[in-house]
């Protein structure tokens, strides 16, 4: 079988499947005695291992098979759950999502868990594990596992169809089918039963219900209630002919009218699980017989609602922004045209399209917005295990993960976050002792939060650890000689937080694998701001830090105001302004060797544009004013001086390409309505 095709679609599955497992990991932690998270865990284990081999992932499907032995006998009270064997199971876990990331890497998925797998089995064989002792665990019996199937139980509806079949001469049947516990394909499997059920019969119901039953969301049984008018015996026989059907067991059906329930049901159960529903499979199956169906007065509802979503590959809408990137300069172009012959009819053409597109272009944004939660996902598991490196006791709560982001930004945001929360854990949040002698409660909280704000989402990481000590940080930047002895006299709270960001510093005295080598916080301010966003720190000494990073919704389409400096155009980012300007010259004063406006109360620094693009004066204009436009980076301000203001426009940001990726203070272009280039104006690498 050509397993290619379904590449993309397991892999994506799989990451799925294991992040479900890292999440009722950490939940099984804290409520180690709840066996119905084990449970759910070791579901989604049992069909990844299934995955797996079907694609022929052997390694995968083997360690993933190790572990779903211990999962099998915790859930079976044969193991106890403790944060030793827990540690396993986690770096379990480790292993297949790096099998996962070769695997879409290209790879084949092999890696050397030789040293997990000898500890899975100490652990299924009772042994010590790390100074704890597992409880004794039987070996796997899989293969003598009884048939474990739930009674079927039926409403008034159902009961009446039954009846009535009696009635008209069908045989009524409750048929158990248990599949073989290495059956790699059970949904493919269910199918084939049921296309052979439909062939003599019809089914009424099954448990579990069909929705899960196509999910794989089932061990190996599941029962079917079924009415025909073949031979029973020929039906169970076609039956045990599909492949890896283990076991079929039939009993008839007979109803007292005044019970509630069958008389005789087919094999009782105390572990599976059931959901009743009103029909089964859109494509293997018929509800009931059209006789029975007719002489029915309630109708037959289809409960297999069809799926709300479907999967889109990544690229196919990268391709879907690109040309309605193009479709946006189009309609520049015809705005421009249809300002020009100043026409009626065209006018009113271009003004509906514009509508339509701006609809279109909010669909197409949505679609490419994707929650924040793919990212925090790793955060709680990686905590936990910095926390026990550390010996430290740390909660994270996570607020806003629903907050939703463009997937570019998504894409490059997730090690910045890293880099914060491990220099929370690290810096921030003192040992256990520390914080008992300073009043605090032994376990340190680290909050990590997202929300949005205009056009903007901001993702916030607050800890109650230390805070910065910010005498120390300054000394550490004269000796590191980030800043001279004049300009840190003069460096406000804020300015000295901000230091910590400097390329190359560090307050850590010892080198470890979690800092303190000089590096990680100076990326995470480029990375940040990169992405047209901004990083600020706010902290207390001995109350705790915050760190709010800013980030743009999206990083494709944005609107500019665009400006004139003689004959060349530029495009200065909406998101980064406060507002426009005409000054008196006469008003600009001089401070530090920096021209100045008071703005509002606020002495701002002007930033000659002309200056800064070099570009080339044609003539004096004479005037005695100055177009600005007041720009800001956090707290922080400038004002732009411009040649003249051209208006507010919606613009496609394109790259500079390979040949010029460091051109100061220009973050991009874009094409304008009459095929003219725009540069984008990068505002935070002008603001100082």
Same mark, same amino acid.
């Given at each position: 079988?050509?397993?290619?095709?379904?590449?993309?679609?397991?892999?994506?599955?799989?990451?799925?499947?294991?992040?479900?497992?890292?999440?009722?990991?950490?939940?099984?932690?804290?409520?180690?005695?709840?066996?119905?998270?084990?449970?759910?865990?070791?579901?989604?284990?049992?069909?990844?291992?299934?995955?797996?081999?079907?694609?022929?992932?052997?390694?995968?499907?083997?360690?993933?098979?190790?572990?779903?032995?211990?999962?099998?006998?915790?859930?079976?009270?044969?193991?106890?759950?403790?944060?030793?064997?827990?540690?396993?199971?986690?770096?379990?876990?480790?292993?297949?999502?790096?099998?996962?990331?070769?695997?879409?890497?290209?790879?084949?998925?092999?890696?050397?868990?030789?040293?997990?797998?000898?500890?899975?089995?100490?652990?299924?064989?009772?042994?010590?594990?790390?100074?704890?002792?597992?409880?004794?665990?039987?070996?796997?019996?899989?293969?003598?596992?009884?048939?474990?199937?739930?009674?079927?139980?039926?409403?008034?509806?159902?009961?009446?169809?039954?009846?009535?079949?009696?009635?008209?001469?069908?045989?009524?049947?409750?048929?158990?089918?248990?599949?073989?516990?290495?059956?790699?394909?059970?949904?493919?499997?269910?199918?084939?039963?049921?296309?052979?059920?439909?062939?003599?019969?019809?089914?009424?119901?099954?448990?579990?219900?069909?929705?899960?039953?196509?999910?794989?969301?089932?061990?190996?049984?599941?029962?079917?209630?079924?009415?025909?008018?073949?031979?029973?015996?020929?039906?169970?026989?076609?039956?045990?002919?599909?492949?890896?059907?283990?076991?079929?067991?039939?009993?008839?059906?007979?109803?007292?009218?005044?019970?509630?329930?069958?008389?005789?049901? @087919? =094999?009782?159960? $105390? &572990? *599976? #699980?059931?959901?009743?529903?009103? %029909?089964? !499979?859109?494509? /293997? +199956?018929? @509800? =009931?017989?059209? $006789? &029975? *169906? #007719?002489?029915?007065?309630?109708? %037959?509802? !289809?409960?297999? /609602? +069809?799926?709300?979503?479907?999967?889109?590959?990544?690229?196919?809408?990268?391709?879907?922004?690109?040309?309605?990137?193009?479709?946006?300069?189009?309609?520049?172009?015809?705005?421009?045209?249809?300002?020009?012959?100043?026409?009626?009819?065209?006018?009113?053409?271009?003004?509906?399209?514009?509508?339509?597109?701006?609809?279109?272009?909010?669909?197409?944004?949505?679609?490419?917005?994707?929650?924040?939660?793919?990212?925090?996902?790793?955060?709680?598991?990686?905590?936990?295990?910095?926390?026990?490196?550390?010996?430290?006791?740390?909660?994270?709560?996570?607020?806003?993960?629903?907050?939703?982001?463009?997937?570019?930004?998504?894409?490059?945001?997730?090690?910045?976050?890293?880099?914060?929360?491990?220099?929370?854990?690290?810096?921030?949040?003192?040992?256990?002792?520390?914080?008992?002698?300073?009043?605090?409660?032994?376990?340190?909280?680290?909050?990590?939060?997202?929300?949005?704000?205009?056009?903007?989402?901001?993702?916030?990481?607050?800890?109650?650890?230390?805070?910065?000590?910010?005498?120390?940080?300054?000394?550490?930047?004269?000796?590191?000689?980030?800043?001279?002895?004049?300009?840190?006299?003069?460096?406000?709270?804020?300015?000295?937080?901000?230091?910590?960001?400097?390329?190359?510093?560090?307050?850590?005295?010892?080198?470890?694998?979690?800092?303190?080598?000089?590096?990680?916080?100076?990326?995470?301010?480029?990375?940040?701001?990169?992405?047209?966003?901004?990083?600020?720190?706010?902290?207390?000494?001995?109350?705790?830090?915050?760190?709010?990073?800013?980030?743009?919704?999206?990083?494709?389409?944005?609107?500019?105001?665009?400006?004139?400096?003689?004959?060349?155009?530029?495009?200065?980012?909406?998101?980064?302004?406060?507002?426009?300007?005409?000054?008196?010259?006469?008003?600009?004063?001089?401070?530090?060797?920096?021209?100045?406006?008071?703005?509002?109360?606020?002495?701002?620094?002007?930033?000659?544009?002309?200056?800064?693009?070099?570009?080339?004066?044609?003539?004096?204009?004479?005037?005695?004013?100055?177009?600005?436009?007041?720009?800001?980076?956090?707290?922080?301000?400038?004002?732009?001086?411009?040649?003249?203001?051209?208006?507010?426009?919606?613009?496609?940001?394109?790259?500079?390409?390979?040949?010029?990726?460091?051109?100061?203070?220009?973050?991009?272009?874009?094409?304008?309505?009459?095929?003219?280039?725009?540069?984008?104006?990068?505002?935070?690498?002008?603001?100082?």
């Amino acid at each position: 079988m050509d397993t290619n095709q379904y590449l993309e679609v397991f892999i994506d599955e799989s990451t799925e499947h294991l992040q479900s497992c890292n999440e009722n990991l950490l939940a099984l932690e804290q409520n180690p005695h709840d066996l119905s998270i084990v449970n759910e865990i070791f579901r989604n284990a049992h069909t990844l291992k299934g995955m797996s081999a079907t694609m022929g992932f052997e390694d995968l499907a083997d360690l993933t098979h190790k572990m779903e032995n211990v999962l099998d006998g915790i859930r079976n009270e044969k193991i106890e759950v403790s944060p030793e064997i827990l540690d396993v199971v986690f770096e379990s876990i480790d292993h297949l999502e790096a099998m996962i990331g070769d695997i879409s890497e290209g790879g084949d998925g092999k890696r050397n868990v030789s040293e997990t797998v000898e500890k899975l089995k100490r652990i299924e064989n009772g042994e010590l594990i790390d100074g704890s002792n597992a409880k004794a665990v039987v070996e796997d019996s899989s293969e003598d596992r009884l048939v474990s199937v739930t009674a079927l139980t039926y409403d008034d509806f159902e009961r009446t169809i039954i009846e009535q079949s009696n009635e008209q001469g069908f045989g009524t049947y409750e048929i158990a089918i248990t599949l073989r516990d290495d059956c790699l394909l059970k949904a493919a499997r269910v199918f084939m039963v049921f296309e052979v059920l439909e062939k003599c019969g019809d089914v009424i119901k099954s448990v579990p219900a069909v929705e899960q039953l196509e999910a794989e969301q089932f061990d190996t049984d599941f029962s079917i209630a079924f009415v025909t008018k073949e031979a029973i015996e020929t039906v169970e026989e076609a039956i045990k002919k599909v492949s890896e059907v283990k076991e079929v067991v039939v009993k008839k059906m007979f109803f007292d009218l005044v019970e509630e329930n069958v008389l005789e049901p @087919v =094999v009782a159960s $105390s &572990t *599976a #699980k059931s959901i009743d529903v009103e %029909v089964i !499979s859109q494509e /293997a +199956t018929k @509800v =009931v017989t059209n $006789s &029975t *169906a #007719k002489q029915s007065e309630k109708p %037959v509802k !289809s409960s297999h /609602a +069809t799926s709300k979503t479907i999967r889109v590959n990544i690229e196919r809408l990268d391709i879907l922004m690109n040309l309605f990137e193009e479709l946006v300069i189009d309609r520049g172009r015809l705005q421009s045209i249809a300002a020009e012959l100043n026409h009626n009819e065209l006018n009113e053409s271009v003004e509906r399209m514009s509508r339509v597109s701006s609809d279109l272009q909010n669909i197409i944004l949505n679609m490419r917005m994707v929650p924040v939660e793919t990212v925090f996902n790793r955060f709680p598991k990686m905590v936990r295990q910095l926390s026990r490196d550390l010996n430290k006791k740390i909660k994270l709560d996570i607020i806003g993960a629903e907050t939703e982001l463009d997937r570019t930004v998504i894409d490059e945001i997730g090690d910045p976050l890293v880099h914060l929360i491990r220099n929370s854990l690290d810096h921030g949040i003192e040992s256990p002792e520390v914080r008992v002698a300073a009043g605090k409660p032994e376990e340190g909280r680290v909050e990590l939060r997202a929300y949005h704000s205009g056009n903007h989402v901001f993702i916030e990481i607050e800890d109650d650890g230390a805070g910065i000590n910010k005498e120390r940080v300054l000394s550490k930047a004269l000796e590191k000689g980030v800043v001279t002895s004049e300009l840190a006299s003069k460096l406000t709270d804020t300015q000295i937080n901000e230091l910590i960001l400097a390329s190359g510093f560090s307050t850590a005295e010892v080198l470890s694998d979690i800092s303190g080598r000089g590096v990680g916080l100076d990326v995470v301010k480029s990375t940040i701001e990169s992405l047209g966003g901004t990083i600020t720190i706010e902290s207390e000494e001995g109350k705790g830090s915050l760190f709010s990073v800013q980030l743009p919704l999206t990083l494709s389409i944005i609107s500019v105001m665009l400006i004139e400096i003689e004959q060349e155009i530029y495009a200065i980012p909406l998101t980064s302004i406060i507002e426009t300007s005409i000054i008196h010259k006469a008003d600009i004063m001089n401070a530090h060797n920096q021209k100045v406006i008071d703005f509002r109360g606020k002495v701002v620094p002007l930033v000659f544009l002309e200056e800064i693009f070099e570009v080339p004066r044609t003539d004096d204009p004479g005037d005695d004013f100055h177009s600005v436009v007041i720009v800001r980076k956090g707290d922080k301000m400038a004002g732009l001086v411009v040649g003249s203001f051209i208006g507010q426009q919606e613009i496609v940001l394109k790259s500079l390409g390979n040949y010029l990726t460091n051109v100061f203070a220009i973050s991009g272009a874009t094409i304008l309505g009459n095929g003219q280039v725009a540069l984008i104006i990068d505002c935070n690498s002008l603001i100082k």
